[in-house]
């Protein structure tokens, strides 16, 4: 796994307690066997702006998408992050409003964590700061990846045992999660956002709940997505081949369920296939899908 640390220290690396932390996070990762880089702030030539500008900065972001971990590293300053690591953030708008654009977050599914070197309540702030930045951006943020260090100077921090404790845990969970994100092909798998308008294979056949005092088979709602009604599910549908596929469209048409609730059950179906990787059997549940909707229309012209 590759990591990469954005230090927003105020002050020189060889005087910065933020630093000192970097560089211990940093052989964290080493001695399990990843890869980390630190990138001091203060060091780059760069614009304060909220758009993307050929400086220091746009070389520190692209390098961003090429790792499996970004981690941003702060003093406390008057109670929120220092004002290098705020100036990255703002830079980093560009990618939200390219995401919004092209409906993909090239961040998504990197996994996220920060250091925060100071006393005080501050560290809470920015926290939570970081974090929804982070979320926005699509990253995910594993459990106990912050460390907030209160030990200062070099020398005291190398020592301190709680800061190595916190360190030992950050390191871990951040390379575990960011394999298991790239394992499970989360990134492939999940939404990217949100969709205001949702592919029609999303909407059709939509969930209308069931009101109280409703009865359980009443065609005023739906069951499929609930276990309301759990003698109406469809058994044995499937999706490992074509074949499968075909017997499965069989067990709906034969199912004896509503017009909606087939419509649901094939939509379900075609979207497992298509997370799977399966476009045969997929395609096979979209064409009893367009039939149905077919049949869909002609009822509604008939009214």
């Not at 927003?8 to 996070?25: A, D, H, I, K, R």
């Not at 190595?164 to 092909?185: E, P």
């Not at 499968?244 to 067990?251: E, H, L, N, Q």
Request: aromatic fraction near 8%.
């Amino acid at each position: 796994m590759k990591f990469l640390i954005c230090n927003g220290s105020l002050t020189p690396n060889e005087e910065s307690n933020t630093y000192t932390l970097c560089e211990m996070v940093k052989k964290g990762f080493e001695k399990i066997g990843d890869e980390c880089e630190i990138v001091t702030i203060r060091d780059l030539n760069y614009t304060n702006s909220t758009k993307d500008i050929d400086d220091d900065i746009r070389p520190l972001i692209m390098k961003m998408f090429k790792m499996d971990g970004i981690i941003f590293a702060t003093p406390i300053w008057w109670g929120v992050q220092s004002s290098h690591t705020q100036a990255l953030i703002e830079r980093m708008d560009a990618i939200d409003d390219w995401t919004i654009e092209n409906k993909f977050k090239p961040l998504y599914c990197k996994v996220f964590g920060d250091i925060v070197s100071g006393s005080g309540d501050g560290f809470q702030h920015i926290h939570g700061n970081l974090y929804n930045f982070a979320s926005m951006l699509g990253m995910t943020v594993p459990p106990s990846c912050n460390i907030e260090s209160a030990a200062q100077g070099r020398d005291n921090i190398l020592k301190d045992e709680e800061t190595i404790g916190m360190i030992k845990t950050f390191v871990t969970n951040m390379s575990v999660w960011a394999k298991a994100l790239k394992d499970q092909k989360v990134k492939e798998k999940a939404r990217h956002g949100v969709a205001y308008n949702l592919p029609e294979s999303i909407t059709e056949g939509k969930r209308i709940p069931r009101k109280k005092g409703q009865k359980a088979k009443s065609k005023k709602h739906s069951d499929l997505y609930t276990d309301e009604d759990p003698k109406g599910t469809i058994h044995g549908l499937g999706f490992k081949d074509e074949a499968a596929a075909r017997s499965s469209v069989a067990k709906i048409r034969k199912s004896g369920r509503s017009h909606a609730h087939k419509i649901q059950a094939a939509v379900a179906m075609e979207q497992r296939a298509k997370a799977a990787g399966k476009s045969g059997p997929a395609a096979i549940y979209r064409k009893f899908i367009n039939s149905m909707k077919k049949k869909t229309k002609a009822k509604n012209k008939k009214k």
